[in-house]
């Protein structure tokens, strides 16, 4: 289930790109009560439009035979009529043409496909330009966590930008292991998915380019290499409807007011142009929407789809709720939310009744009997400042050899979350908390997320704890599992512990501390900071020598009005040690168990294996940084040996770095929750990011339903419970739905730093910054924003140019763009653009849409460039940002 930041682009109503054959007269598409778009009747029936599916029978055969093939449907949101399945033997993903080859699945949808005639594939031109890195990902929104690909037939999965992005991303909602809110990584590769050349048919890469220009071949595919077709495919059956069915969007009359249709329907104009258009009945809209429609111009609508008829066009759907106005905070997160069935209700009191009634509710008696105390223990947490859920902490004691025993204890949620129960149900169809820029739509009920789990200082908690004694060098001398109860006697913010850390010898004044409990005091966590601080060094040492791979992405953080919630700034947040610091110790003990349970049993817990790079989807831009060649994708070390020495040491390294952690993420795919006793073959459940064999999610059971499972599973393993009674099958299937609402609270994560960024911008910009290129297209180029962190494209039609010039230079491209002079005797002003270089952009609002785009600085002046908001070119109405 994916969509488009369609915050970013409330576009007026249109036939959707690639569905012109079914486009009215009008160009809003056929109704089915317009005279001139009737479907021509046999049999007195209408024609149909889209294509019967098999029957299941057929399906199963067929996948069993492997004549058919199934994935999940991912959507172009640039060129939204072109679609893709990833392809089983990881080679490159499969076409699918057009919204009728689409056959009326969704973005997101698991479907099978039957392979067209080979004369019908996608022609792929070598060392295409401008295509490339439009294809398979989204270029200029966050990424769209979409796409999956199978690690063996029996398990699904999704694809996307490095979900352990290593000492980098911060989040708060996932400080462990970077999971976090990645703005502005990519998916999937860079494909190329359009053929572009001169009228001749012949490409002359170094020809000047006009602004007119955007012609396309069509070849005999049968003359050309197989290396230059792509296998296309049509859609034959949907196995999972994984969309939810639900978007937003605005609502307009019928164009033709004579029609039956007109009297009974109005047409739901989805934000999303890669939903259909929706006929919802007139009964569902506002009383007065027919006479006053322009009152509603503004509206935000949710409208869910309830039919899609194989001789219609258009949906049927019914409209679910108005939100507000486009373009205010609460609705459009609203309606974020709802597209992505996050459900966001208040829990219900039959859940509610499943937790502890009396409060203040205390351990009880028998519960210490079974745990190993350390309610003495140095004990803190380290979080971000308003933080509420703290479901780890750490202790760092000295022992007497020089060594340290140190330990990381989490929350026992799984003690409060009964198997089988309303709660246990509602957190497993949740599966994880939702982090918003303004709010966090939880997993659990607060009362047990900030108070019974939440490891809250000076309160006994029941842990889950890993206590290794290891050497001032990070070497495990011996490791111990098991229930614990602790006692917190501090939580440390994340700036606490940096100001720990960066004045060792300096006596921290108790006012800048928070409190801390009398049997302990503020040196003795001080020094504990230290220690582990020191510790988490040499791990993260160890690790890169181990072959870790280290891509920091950047992350916008917002302050906020306290009254209207609107963005005040933002900046980009700051990875400091004391993240370090935490997130080392987690990774630790994510990594600890799986390591340690060297046996794995058919119902074995739900690991996080990282699929290798797909190297076809990256050797593009691979290949135009030609020092990187000789290291490749061979292994996550070799990557990172391969950044590190690109990154260099002038003054624009830091620029350089960002550029190539965001090229980086390309390829990378999701990591994956799966059960070991369906998936046989070992070698796929090794982490790439982390080069590790075996990893698991075991440290944030407060917002990951799969944590919960993982400490089921340590429970029993350790004889504290009974072993779960789940079937494997039944274990990957609550696997499966993890993995889909991870990618989905991702997405929404990702769109709600959008919207913030965009409603910024608009009521802020412009904004300047300088701009590193990642990117050249021949009309194009693409630009990482350094001071915000956001990826925007630039068009060559968007800018005041007398001419732009497209050429190779070796593997590198170049666009050579030619200023018109702001003076008649002026000589025009000569830029060429190429990877790496350094340019000025302004971001600005467009008109009144909640949108914002990337406009060049010209060279050598102060001013800001007038704004085209309306631009040429085919090429250039695909624009989706």
């Known amino acids: 289930m994916s969509h488009p930041d369609y915050r970013l682009n409330l576009r007026p109503l249109g036939t959707p790109r690639g569905a012109s054959s079914l486009a009215g007269p009008c160009g809003v598409g056929a109704s089915p009560g317009d005279k001139k778009s009737k479907s021509k009747t046999i049999r007195g029936k209408k024609k149909s439009i889209f294509e019967t599916y098999l029957s299941k029978e057929d399906v199963s055969e067929g996948l069993k035979r492997g004549t058919l ?8 949101p640039k060129k939204f009529h072109e679609a893709f399945i990833p392809s089983p033997d990881g080679d490159r993903d499969i076409f699918i043409d057009g919204v009728v080859a689409r056959n009326r699945a969704l973005n997101g949808d698991l479907v099978v496909v039957n392979l067209l005639p080979e004369e019908q594939w996608k022609v792929i ?17 966050p ?27 911060f989040d708060d909602s996932d400080s462990e292991d970077g999971h976090g809110n990645t703005q502005n990584a990519l998916v999937d590769g860079v494909k190329k998915l359009s053929v572009c050349v001169h009228e001749k048919g012949k490409e002359d890469a170094g020809a000047p380019v006009t602004k007119d220009e955007n012609t396309f071949m069509s070849q005999d595919t049968r003359a050309l290499p197989e290396k230059s077709l792509q296998r296309s495919a049509k859609v034959v059956y949907i196995l999972e409807k994984k969309h939810s069915r639900a978007a937003t969007g605005f609502l307009k009359l019928l164009a033709d007011k004579n029609s039956e249709l007109f009297r009974k329907y109005a047409l739901f104009s989805p934000s999303d142009h890669r939903v259909p258009r929706v006929y919802v009945p007139l009964k569902d809209c506002p009383q007065d929407f027919v006479t006053r429609p322009k009152d509603y111009a503004n509206t935000l609508f949710i409208c869910r789809i309830v039919d899609w008829r194989e001789d219609s066009n258009f949906a049927l759907g019914q409209l679910a709720k108005s939100l507000g106005q486009a373009g205010e905070i609460e609705p459009e997160t609203e309606g974020i939310l709802t597209e992505y069935g996050v459900d966001f209700s208040d829990f219900s009191s039959e859940v509610l009744e499943c937790l502890p009634q009396g409060l203040p509710w205390t351990i009880p008696p028998e519960e210490f009997s079974k745990r190993r105390d350390l309610r003495k223990d140095c004990v ?30 989490i929350a026992d949620v799984s003690y409060f979350v009964p198997e089988g129960s309303s709660l246990d149900k509602v957190a497993a169809e949740r599966a994880t908390s939702v982090y918003l820029v303004q709010k966090v739509v939880p997993m659990l009920p607060r009362l047990l997320c900030e108070e019974l789990c939440s490891l809250n200082p000076m309160t006994d908690k029941l842990t889950f704890s890993v206590i290794w004694t290891l050497t001032p060098k990070g070497k495990i001398l011996s490791e111990w599992f ?31 501390l928070p409190p801390v409990s009398p049997e302990h005091t503020s040196e003795e966590v001080h020094r504990a900071v230290l220690n582990l601080h020191g510790i988490a060094k040499e791990l993260r040492k160890q690790r890169f020598v181990d072959g870790a791979l280290r891509l920091d992405q950047l992350k916008l953080a917002f302050t906020l009005d306290h009254e209207t919630g609107l963005p005040q700034g933002c900046h980009i947040y700051e990875y400091r040690d004391s993240n370090k610091l935490v997130k080392s110790s987690l990774l630790l003990a994510n990594m600890a168990w799986p390591a340690r349970s060297t046996a794995p049993s058919p119902s074995e817990p739900c690991y996080g294996g990282t699929p290798h790079p797909r190297p076809r989807c990256s050797m593009t831009w691979w290949n135009s940084v030609t020092r990187w060649a000789a290291h490749g994708f061979s292994s996550a070390g070799a990557l990172n040996k391969s950044l590190m020495e690109t990154f260099g040491d002038d003054k624009y390294s830091l620029a350089r770095k960002e550029v190539l952690t965001n090229m980086c993420s390309r390829p990378m795919q999701m990591a994956l929750y799966f059960c070991s006793g369906v998936l046989q073959d070992q070698t796929q459940f090794r982490h790439y990011a982390l ?12 917002r990951r339903f799969a944590d919960v499972l993982v400490h089921r599973l340590l429970a029993a393993t350790l004889g504290y419970r009974e072993l779960p009674d789940v079937e494997p099958d039944a274990l990957q299937k609550q696997a499966d739905h993890c993995n889909d609402r991870r990618m989905a609270s991702k997405r929404v994560q990702e769109l709600s730093t959008s919207l913030f960024f965009a409603i910024l911008v608009k009521e802020s910009g412009p904004l300047e910054s300088e701009a590193m290129v990642m990117g050249v297209l021949n009309q194009a180029f693409d630009v990482l924003v350094l001071r915000y962190g956001v990826q925007k494209r630039i068009y060559c039609n968007a800018l005041p140019l007398r001419s732009y010039h497209f050429q190779k230079v070796g593997k590198k491209p170049e666009l050579t763009l030619v200023w018109e002079p702001e003076d008649v005797e002026q000589e025009p002003a000569q830029q060429v653009v190429s990877i790496f270089s350094l340019v000025e952009v302004v971001l600005r609002a467009e008109a009144t849409a909640l949108k914002y785009s990337a406009v060049l600085k010209r060279p050598g002046t102060e001013g800001l460039l007038g704004w085209q908001d309306e631009r040429g070119g085919d090429d250039l109405e695909e624009e989706q940002d």
């Open 69 to 76: 093939i199934q994935g999940v449907l991912r959507i172009n």
């Open 125 to 141: 031109k070598p060392e295409s330009n401008d295509k490339e890195t439009e294809g398979a990902y989204e270029s200029d929104l």
């Open 143 to 169: 990424e769209e966590l979409c796409g999956s690909h199978l690690l063996q037939q029996s398990l699904k999965g999704y694809n996307d930008s490095p979900d352990v992005i290593i000492e980098a991303q």
């Open 380 to 409: 803190f947490t380290i979080d971000p400042s308003t933080a509420r859920d703290l479901d780890d902490a750490l202790s760092c004691k000295p022992i007497a050899d020089g060594n340290f025993e140190v330990g990381v204890h």
């Open 482 to 512: 098991g229930q614990t109860v602790i006692r917190s006697c501090t939580k440390l913010s994340y700036e606490h512990a940096q100001s720990m850390i960066e004045g060792p010898t300096r006596k921290i004044p108790e006012k800048e």
């Open 691 to 702: 080069n590790v064999p075996l990893y698991t999610h075991f440290t944030s059971p407060i």
